[in-house]
């Protein structure tokens, strides 16, 4: 039995309507139980039958005798690129179908893993250390990354970013040395997207345990955390199982690369460009339904400018197309699951009983949306709650938009000045979410203090040595100590 029409794309892709969930020793293999794959308005799209802990254990043997031979890493990464583009339109389509983000944003995903894979090619051959100024007569010191030093690199992501995540953590970690090791949360995605990957290696006669991946449960996600074969976990979820991930990795003196959760806001000053800041908040707050890091859930205005800003906004949230995220037109598609649905609307009834049951007017109390939409699907209204400064210390959740009282608009800016900011990520004039790979994308505190994709982030993906050499006769010791 074939797909429906709908979804006869997925056959290009190498799916089927059931399908072995693992990827291990460079064979398609799955002992654990079968899972069904729905997009968010509960359609199943095709079963999966996931890894056991005997198939992870298998992978995870391959995968470290793999690691002792994996070369040619940019050249392989750029031949991976390569064939992401040929299927670019197709697996931004099933990023969508399965996620249930709009088709623009599903297309853009999968072009960030081929941007990552431009970008780390060139990484490659500019993997440098320092040269560093010794203190002692005739000693130089240089800091040296290890590329030639095995690794495994364990990859944990989330449902809001079925791949982009993955590209972000293995295009990095594989020119670096490291073989690659993918718990996912969205399988058939997972399994399109490794189908690509082991294609380039066997093409290349490379063993396909260079790249490894298990759908499964958690209790796969628990495996990687606690094996010493993975000194580096990046994990991408909720600051709950962060937290949780790191002090099991940490108990075996791993390294943790955490990208956990963001409660981002959106200061608008009085001289801004009102329609241009009302496009940024749309975007940020709307944009992937408001599920992902950097989606806008607070947002401060200059009170000269709050009542017009707050009434263009709501005027855009009306107009707000929900739908099928495949559909021309569609803004906004469902959420990803009943139960974020289910907690959407529980959420808004503590709203209600915390602050509009009580409203008093001059407090400026309000609500705009906040219900599920009447179909079927995980679909719900895009939400503004307007409450004052003293509603906003009352309310336990982030959907709300709280009054901003006056500041100078040069304060704004002493964020990217020599103080610094405690935000990993600070935007102006554009929203809080879509970050370019380029740069180290990550946030601090709860968020988990992580640093993904550009700038320097490839030094947490491979070992580094301060290598300090004597070329003289003598042994001069360093602070000027004399040891006899």
Same mark, same amino acid.
């Given at each position: 039995?074939?797909?429906?029409?709908?979804?006869?794309?997925?056959?290009?892709?190498?799916?089927?309507?059931?399908?072995?969930?693992?990827?291990?020793?460079?064979?398609?293999?799955?002992?654990?139980?079968?899972?069904? @794959?729905?997009?968010?308005?509960?359609?199943?799209?095709?079963?999966?039958?996931?890894?056991?802990?005997?198939?992870?254990?298998?992978?995870?043997?391959?995968?470290?005798?793999?690691?002792?031979?994996?070369?040619?890493?940019?050249?392989?990464?750029?031949?991976?690129?390569?064939?992401?583009?040929?299927?670019?339109?197709?697996?931004?389509?099933?990023?969508? =179908?399965?996620?249930?983000?709009?088709?623009?944003?599903?297309?853009?995903?999968?072009?960030?893993?081929?941007?990552?894979?431009?970008?780390?090619?060139?990484?490659?051959?500019?993997?440098?250390?320092?040269?560093?100024?010794?203190?002692?007569?005739? *000693?130089?010191?240089?800091?040296?990354?290890?590329?030639?030093?095995?690794?495994?690199?364990?990859?944990?992501?989330?449902?809001?970013?079925?791949?982009?995540?993955?590209?972000?953590?293995?295009?990095?970690?594989?020119?670096?040395?490291?073989?690659?090791?993918?718990?996912?949360?969205?399988?058939?995605?997972?399994?399109?997207?490794?189908?690509?990957?082991?294609?380039?290696?066997? $093409?290349?006669?490379?063993?396909?345990?260079?790249?490894?991946?298990?759908?499964?449960?958690?209790?796969?996600?628990?495996?990687?955390?606690?094996?010493?074969?993975?000194?580096?976990? @990046?994990?991408?979820?909720?600051?709950?199982?962060? =937290?949780?991930?790191?002090?099991?990795?940490?108990?075996?003196?791993?390294?943790?690369?955490?990208?956990?959760?963001?409660?981002?806001?959106?200061?608008? #000053?009085?001289?801004?460009?009102?329609?241009?800041?009302?496009?940024?908040?749309?975007?940020?707050?709307?944009?992937?339904?408001?599920?992902?890091?950097?989606?806008?859930?607070?947002?401060?205005? *200059?009170?000269?400018?709050?009542?017009?800003?707050?009434?263009?906004?709501?005027?855009?949230?009306?107009?707000?197309?929900?739908?099928?995220?495949?559909? $021309?037109?569609?803004? #906004?598609?469902?959420?990803?699951?009943?139960?974020?649905?289910?907690?959407?609307?529980? @959420?808004?009834?503590?709203?209600?009983?915390?602050?509009? %049951?009580?409203?008093?007017?001059?407090?400026?109390?309000?609500?705009?949306?906040?219900?599920?939409?009447?179909?079927?699907?995980?679909?719900?209204?895009?939400?503004?709650?307007?409450?004052?400064?003293?509603?906003?210390?009352?309310?336990?959740?982030?959907?709300?938009?709280?009054?901003?009282?006056?500041? $100078?608009?040069?304060?704004?800016?002493?964020?990217?000045?020599?103080?610094?900011?405690?935000?990993?990520?600070?935007?102006?004039?554009?929203?809080?979410?879509?970050?370019?790979?380029?740069?180290?994308?990550?946030?601090?505190?709860?968020?988990?203090?992580?640093?993904?994709?550009?700038?320097? %982030?490839?030094?947490?993906?491979?070992?580094?040595?301060?290598?300090?050499?004597?070329?003289?006769?003598?042994?001069?010791?360093?602070?000027?100590?004399?040891?006899?």
């Amino acid at each position: 039995m074939g797909f429906p029409k709908e979804y006869q794309f997925l056959s290009e892709l190498g799916l089927g309507p059931r399908n072995p969930g693992c990827y291990a020793n460079g064979t398609w293999r799955g002992d654990g139980p079968v899972v069904g @794959s729905y997009n968010p308005p509960t359609t199943i799209i095709a079963e999966v039958v996931e890894a056991s802990i005997q198939d992870y254990e298998d992978g995870m043997q391959a995968c470290t005798e793999a690691a002792k031979i994996w070369m040619q890493r940019g050249e392989i990464v750029r031949q991976i690129g390569d064939a992401l583009r040929t299927k670019l339109q197709q697996l931004g389509r099933l990023v969508s =179908l399965e996620m249930g983000k709009i088709l623009a944003e599903g297309i853009g995903e999968v072009q960030e893993i081929i941007d990552m894979c431009d970008y780390v090619v060139g990484l490659s051959r500019q993997l440098n250390g320092s040269i560093i100024p010794s203190e002692r007569p005739n *000693h130089m010191m240089m800091e040296v990354g290890c590329v030639e030093s095995p690794w495994n690199c364990g990859v944990i992501t989330a449902f809001n970013f079925p791949c982009a995540v993955l590209g972000w953590n293995a295009c990095v970690a594989l020119v670096c040395g490291n073989c690659v090791v993918w718990a996912p949360t969205t399988p058939l995605v997972t399994i399109a997207t490794t189908e690509i990957i082991a294609q380039v290696l066997e $093409k290349n006669n490379l063993p396909g345990a260079i790249f490894t991946s298990f759908c499964g449960g958690s209790e796969i996600g628990e495996a990687i955390a606690r094996d010493k074969r993975i000194p580096l976990v @990046s994990f991408t979820g909720s600051t709950k199982v962060g =937290l949780m991930v790191q002090q099991t990795v940490n108990q075996r003196f791993g390294k943790c690369l955490l990208e956990l959760s963001g409660n981002n806001a959106i200061i608008v #000053m009085d001289d801004a460009d009102i329609q241009l800041a009302v496009r940024s908040v749309l975007f940020a707050a709307v944009g992937t339904a408001g599920q992902r890091c950097t989606t806008c859930r607070r947002l401060l205005l *200059h009170e000269s400018i709050y009542q017009v800003f707050l009434d263009q906004l709501t005027a855009v949230y009306k107009q707000v197309k929900i739908g099928d995220p495949l559909e $021309k037109g569609t803004l #906004m598609g469902p959420l990803h699951t009943a139960a974020s649905k289910q907690h959407f609307a529980s @959420s808004i009834e503590v709203i209600k009983s915390q602050l509009l %049951s009580n409203r008093d007017i001059n407090r400026g109390e309000d609500l705009v949306g906040g219900a599920a939409v009447n179909s079927d699907g995980n679909y719900v209204q895009p939400t503004i709650v307007e409450i004052s400064s003293s509603g906003a210390g009352r309310l336990r959740y982030n959907w709300y938009r709280p009054r901003y009282s006056p500041r $100078k608009p040069e304060l704004i800016f002493q964020w990217i000045g020599p103080h610094g900011s405690d935000c990993g990520i600070v935007n102006v004039n554009i929203p809080t979410n879509g970050a370019e790979i380029g740069g180290a994308f990550g946030g601090e505190k709860a968020t988990g203090g992580g640093r993904e994709a550009g700038s320097d %982030s490839w030094k947490q993906y491979m070992r580094r040595s301060t290598c300090t050499i004597n070329y003289g006769k003598e042994l001069p010791l360093a602070q000027g100590i004399n040891f006899g």
